[in-house]
T-cell receptor, first 114, second 113 residues
Framework: KAGVTQTPRYLIKTRGQQVTLSCSPI?????VSWYQQTPGQGLQFLFE???????NKGNFPGRFSGRQFSNSRSEMNVSTLELGDSALYLC?????????????FGQGTRLTVV | AQSVTQLGSHVSVSEGALVLLRCNYS??????LFWYVQYPNQGLQLLLK??????LVKGINGFEAEFKKSETSFHLTKPSAHMSDAAEYFC???????????FGTGTRLKVLA
């Protein structure tokens, strides 16, 4: 069974640009979550999608957005990039059938903003 | 609100020694708790999870954790450290009401030869 796939693995962007990151969940998983990981703030929740609906959003500015497609694949977009957006962005998928359902993480996309 | 505290951002042990990584949780309801491991430039890999079935949970790579409600703890242990255990370890609690995981700040484990 293929794991969670994130593309691209590495990105370098310039301040002010926008970026789109992609996540393909494990087959059969309908929930996709996104997290930002930085040395200073650790792992922070961005948003979660289930069956194309955003069920929850973390405390991030509106420049961060996402969507989920009918095949459960998800994208997140960051507009007007700032230096502080440099981070490892992790996508996780789960069956989301209950609170004890584990999340499976992709390898992440390392975004560097210069 | 649920939260997780990991004591010790860095832990060093000798190869073959006991590994003990500490995690305390705060939850108003019975929690679902997880331990994840992250190797450099990789995503998070699930080590084990607690979902109230048993207080002693065995995971992969010889790790286990014990849920202690009276101490609100879920410490991770491994009897004998191996060089390949060097990584960062995260304790997490899931919040079914908000569909998110709340992570601790992580503990970086160093294994000394």
């Amino acid at each position: 069974k293929a794991g969670v796939t994130q593309t691209p693995r590495y990105l370098i962007k310039t301040r002010g640009q926008q970026v789109t990151l992609s996540c393909s969940p494990i087959s059969g998983h309908r929930s996709v979550s996104w997290y930002q990981q930085t040395p200073g703030q650790g792992l922070q929740f961005l948003f979660e999608y289930f069956s194309e609906t955003q069920r929850n959003k973390g405390n991030f500015p509106g420049r961060f957005s996402g969507r989920q497609f009918s095949n459960s694949r998800s994208e997140m977009n960051v507009s007007t990039l700032e230096l502080g957006d440099s981070a490892l962005y992790l996508c996780a998928s789960s069956q989301a059938t209950g609170g004890g359902t584990e999340a499976f993480f992709g390898q992440g996309t390392r975004l560097t903003v210069v | 609100a649920q939260s997780v505290t990991q004591l010790g951002s860095h832990v060093s042990v000798s190869e073959g020694a006991l590994v003990l990584l500490r995690c305390n949780y705060s939850s108003s309801v019975p929690p679902y708790l997880f331990w994840y491991v992250q190797y450099p430039n990789q995503g998070l890999q699930l080590l084990l999870k607690y979902t109230s079935a048993a207080t002693l949970v065995k995971g992969i790579n010889g790790f286990e954790a014990e849920f202690k409600k009276s101490e609100t703890s879920f410490h991770l242990t491994k009897p004998s450290a191996h060089m390949s255990d060097a990584a960062e370890y995260f304790c997490a609690v899931s919040d079914p009401g908000t569909y998110k995981y709340i992570f601790g700040t992580g503990t970086r484990l160093k294994v000394l030869a």
